[in-house]
């Protein structure tokens, strides 16, 4: 069993930014994903960025795209989001997850382990 540990939430004002960090001690595969996520109050969750260990590749949603940075510390296991320019729409509980994946990653696929959320509040 793998356990995310996240960090970095908080408030900031509109057009500020935040940096979220997801920890994954233990976890062992060469190739996967890192996968960022949030869920407003009353919403579905929504996938946000991810990040594919093999080669560097990386997803966004259109709604971050151009705003947010997703990256990844391989040697520390360590995934981060960079979230500039924030919007009132951005306010919600974000939360990392991990999957292994010779392939690449979606923001749709399968995620088999999850952090434990963290806040994000935009005003």
């Known amino acids: 069993h793998v356990q995310l540990v996240e960090s970095g939430g908080g408030s900031a004002q509109t057009g500020g930014s935040l940096r979220l960090s997801c920890e994954a001690p233990?976890?062992?595969?060469?190739?996967?994903?890192m996968g960022w996520f949030r869920q407003a109050p009353g919403k579905e969750r929504e996938g946000v960025a991810a990040?594919?260990?093999?080669?560097?590749?990386?997803y966004y949603a259109d709604s971050v795209k151009g705003r947010f940075t997703v990256s990844q510390d391989n040697a520390k296991n360590t995934s981060f989001l960079q979230m500039d320019n924030l919007k009132l729409e951005d306010t919600a509980m974000y939360y990392c997850?991990?999957?292994?994946?010779?392939?690449?990653?979606?923001?749709?696929?399968?995620?088999?382990?999850w952090g434990q959320g963290t806040q994000v509040t935009v005003s």
């Open positions: 990040f594919w260990t093999g080669a560097g590749y990386t």
């Open positions: 997850a991990a999957t292994y994946s010779a392939y690449g990653c979606s923001l749709y696929m399968t995620y088999t382990y």
């Open positions: 233990g976890y062992t595969y060469d190739t996967y994903c």
